[in-house]
């Protein structure tokens, strides 16, 4: 049976455990052996053991249950979400654009408030000054989308679109590079358009023009 070779330890024991949950040593739900059967097997001592089960608990792959044991909780640990960002290719990253922009477009149109509407307002002025250089263009962009999804009054969305703005910055740049055309007037009033649609408090169109603008992203990639 493979032991660990190489520190640091409990990282080495974690990705062992974790190897044999997905090999199907332990079926979902099943109890795993004790610290004292587990030590041996791995070439750790218990204290190391303890942590990597920690690190397996925080990945939802094990769980530690109080007088019970340790449990298995999933069959593979989902990869890191830095890690799936990096490997995304553009249209993936603006079809997640889409997901998350067009509802927040909806929300905005419904819950923005005056000062919400400054924001945007000023963001798509600064977008509008911004068209000679590719990464002042598209950091203006992103300052802009991310005033609208603020504008939702989504939590969950804000902390989405933050997360995902080094990979969207990255892509973007990208693809207009690979186009070699940005921010031209027709772009800059498909963007406004959406913002007299959030003005208006147009929620269906608020969205319909976020979708459009996204997609038609997508499609010039084709």
């Known amino acids: ?25 332990w079926a979902l739900g099943e109890k795993l052996p004790g610290e004292t059967t587990l030590a041996p097997q791995l070439g750790v001592g ?32 989902p990869e890191d ?9 553009i249209a993936a990253v603006i079809e997640a654009r889409i997901a998350i922009e067009t509802e927040a477009a ?20 600064d977008r509008g000054a911004q068209r000679s250089d590719i990464e002042s263009h598209v950091d203006a962009d992103t300052a802009f989308h991310r ?8 939590p969950v969305l804000l902390d989405l679109f933050d997360s995902f703005t080094p990979r969207l ?3 973007m740049i990208e693809m207009l590079r690979l186009r070699r055309e940005f921010g031209d007037d027709a772009d800059h009033d498909a963007h406004a358009e959406q913002v007299e649609a959030i003005a208006d408090r147009d929620e269906s169109a608020a969205s319909a023009r976020s979708r459009a603008h996204l997609l038609a992203l997508r499609d010039a990639l084709a």
């Open 147 to 154: 005033t609208i999804v603020a504008a939702s009054h989504n």
């Open 169 to 171: 910055r990255e892509s």
């Open 46 to 77: 218990r204290s190391t053991v303890r942590e990597a089960i920690r690190q397996l608990a925080g990945r939802g792959v094990l769980a530690s249950r109080q007088g019970a044991g340790v449990f298995v909780t999933a069959l593979d640990a």
């Open 81 to 89: 979400w830095d890690a799936v960002l990096r490997k995304a290719g």
């Open 106 to 125: 909806a929300l905005a149109a419904v819950r923005r408030t005056p000062a919400d509407l400054r924001s945007i307002r000023r963001a798509l002025a």
């Open 1 to 25: 049976m493979a032991q660990v070779r190489r520190a640091p330890l409990a990282d080495q024991a974690a990705e062992l455990l974790l190897e044999r949950v997905r090999a199907g040593e």
